[in-house]
């Protein structure tokens, strides 16, 4: 059975519980610019995901910009976060929290038009 069809454990919910405590800490004009992303927890990037990575992927954002002209057909823009590599590479507990948290203002840059360059410039690269 694919793991996205799996059973929710406790470790499932705690994580879930962690992302939603990082989304709920951000300002509120971030929150109200992410009204329309939808965040999604997924095991670990497929092979696409990863394709020209140079790192270790944590998170991924798909979507138009804020202040880009969508067109006429765009998909709603999503972060898929990975909870796979965030546990294997920081555990549990405050860690964890914290990647968490950097990892999704880190997506938030790509939704606000950043390059990595600057999301890395400002620290969270």
């Known amino acids: 059975m694919p793991a996205r069809y799996r059973k929710r454990n406790l470790e499932d919910i705690a994580f879930e519980r962690e992302v939603a405590r990082a989304l709920n800490g951000l300002p509120k004009w971030v929150q109200r610019h992410l009204a329309n992303v939808a965040i999604v927890i997924e095991d670990e990037p497929g092979p696409d995901d990863k394709e020209g990575a140079e ?15 969508p067109g006429p057909f765009a998909m709603p ?20 929290r914290r990647e968490i948290r950097r990892t999704i203002i880190h997506e938030i840059g790509h939704h606000f038009g950043m390059s990595e360059e600057e999301i890395t410039r400002l620290g969270y690269g």
């Open 55 to 69: 790192k270790r992927l944590y998170a991924l954002y798909h979507g138009v910009p804020v202040g880009v002209d």
């Open 77 to 96: 823009a999503r972060i898929i976060i990975y909870w796979r590599p965030l546990v294997a590479d920081f555990g549990r507990g405050s860690c964890l």
